[in-house]
């Protein structure tokens, strides 16, 4: 299955990520049964690299499937547009 086109659902809400040892607060725009697009609050856009790349990426999410499910993944891109920085997380494993 092309993973763009995966049942993504458009999201509004805050989410505080931990990459590897780090923790960032980030805003999600989609999700789906494959990943996320996370879009990186500015003051934390400066934290990750192209080093973090499959790095693993967990968070708290409430309202995709169930309540409070956590997920983990890896840091699949990082990408910017209309100077905001992006970060798209590739599930492998849905803990909840």
Known sequence: MERRNSGRVEVDAPVEVSVGDVTIKTHMCNISEEG?????????ADSLSNDDLAEIVRFVY????SPDDSYSGEVARFFRSGGDRYLAVR?????G
């Open 36 to 44: 996320a697009l996370l879009r990186i609050e500015k003051e934390d």
């Open 62 to 65: 409430s309202g995709f499937t």
């Open 91 to 95: 599930f492998f494993k849905r803990d």
